[in-house]
Nanobody
Framework: QVQLVESGGGLVQAGGSLRLSCAAS????????MGWYRQAPGNQRELVAT???????NYADSVKGRFTISRDNAKNTVTLQMNSLKPEDTTVYYC?????????????WGQGTQVTVSS
């Protein structure tokens, strides 16, 4: 089994910054794509940013220029640096990883971390 543990959420004023981290642990041979998603109540989960094992990144238009995703392949971690935060960024953020455990390739999700941006 694989577990993803997120940290770094919290409350910040508009214009401020937060840094989310996600660490994968368990039986891991390699990790393909990792990413961050967010989901507001009543809405579908949406992509925020993804990063491949080679470092290629993809961002939602709403966060381009403000958020930066990075990863440490040796530590199986992914980080989302969020700058210039807006009240509309308020929601729960989830980490996702596509993990190769040697005998299977599966996607795993973290438990979610709340980000609240006050105006």
């Amino acid at each position: 089994q694989v577990q993803l543990v997120e940290s770094g959420g919290g409350l910040v004023q508009a214009g401020g910054s937060l840094r989310l981290s996600c660490a994968a642990s368990g039986i891991i041979f390699s990790i393909n794509a990792m990413g961050w998603y967010r989901q507001a109540p009543g809405n579908q989960r949406e992509l925020v940013a993804t990063i491949t094992s080679g470092g290629s990144t993809n961002y939602a238009d709403s966060v381009k220029g403000r958020f930066t995703i990075s990863r440490d392949n040796a530590k199986n971690t992914v980080t989302l640096q969020m700058n210039s935060l807006k009240p509309e960024d308020t929601t729960v953020y989830y980490c996702k990883a596509s993990v190769n455990s040697g005998w299977s390739l599966r996607e795993y999700w973290g438990q979610g971390t709340q980000v609240t941006v006050s105006s």
